[in-house]
């Protein structure tokens, strides 16, 4: 039986992009160069293959093929968690034993999607996933993009399954973050999704880190947010907390979606890893683009991202 206290994992681990050449294929030394520099800047561990690295749009292979070359860019240096969920147990099953097998330090496994599933059903799904690998298992809560919610009545049970250790909680609703975190934060590690919105309160409320996307391309605030909440660096961490919100609105508004928005942002400031979003998804046009570098201009963005001299009011205020 594992829980919390079997792992030490905590701090800032991005949920990386997944790049892809002009040909279509995934582009496997730009992802090695992000994980890269991301480690170098103070990332704790990096998220493969997640919703950020677009796993809906790539094949089986594809998805098992990310792991060995994260492995490699990681060199030892964090924490490696792959994204193995899919819509079947049998599915998932194959991409975390793979996940294993490649180098993996834990599997991210979600709810079964689409189909709308009873709480049973969803710890039959969890629980069938843990007896058939090694892997410890981190539970992924995403409800708007999964369909089923993996509520802190679902983690209490979920919490008891042998290999179940963490949680990444992505639901954007504070409430049900912290409902969660008071729930199960004694048996699981708890990451904020979310961070950008609202990751200093999380930090203050005993999250362990935060798992997001926008570490991607904000430098080094996407990391640093975590960092000065732990330490009570109470100003940087509430001024780097209005930079997130106001990149969250700035990715998400206006004909802009989150993760193109967040590719097209690393090409704009130079960074690897980005490009265009596979199909379904499609990348940004020139007026978006445009758009989307006045924004990040008027937040400051450069060579790198700011930390402003003064703190915004806000969390933790």
Known sequence: MMDRNDVDWQGPMPAVTTPFKTDGAVDHDALAANID?????????VLVGGCTGEFWALTHAERIALTPVAREALAGRGTLIVATGAATPVETILLSQAAEANGA????????????LTPD?????FAAVGAAC??????????????????PDILDRLADLPTVVALKES???WDNFHASLLRVGSRLRVFCGPSSMFGVPAVQAGADGTID????????????????????????????QAIGQQLTRLFTSDGLSLYPATKAAMDLLGLPGGGKPRRPLQ??????????????????????A????????????
């Open 37 to 45: 520099r991301l480690m170098t800047e103070g990332a704790t561990g």
């Open 105 to 116: 330090d834990v599997a991210l496994v979600l709810p079964s999607y689409f189909i709308a």
């Open 121 to 125: 059903e969803i710890v039959g799904h």
């Open 134 to 151: 090694g892997l410890p298992l981190m539970l992924y809560n995403i409800p708007g993009n999964a369909g089923n919610a993996l509520t």
């Open 171 to 173: 639901s954007g609703d």
């Open 213 to 240: 996307c926008f570490p991607n391309m904000w430098r080094p605030g996407g990391l640093d947010l975590y960092h000065a909440a732990s330490r009570g660096d109470m100003e940087t961490a509430n001024a780097l």
């Open 283 to 304: 990348a940004l046009d020139s007026a978006q683009v445009a758009r989307l570098e006045r924004g990040l201009a008027e937040l400051g963005f450069g060579g790198s």
């Open 306 to 317: 700011p930390v402003p001299a003064r703190a915004t009011p806000g969390w933790g205020a």
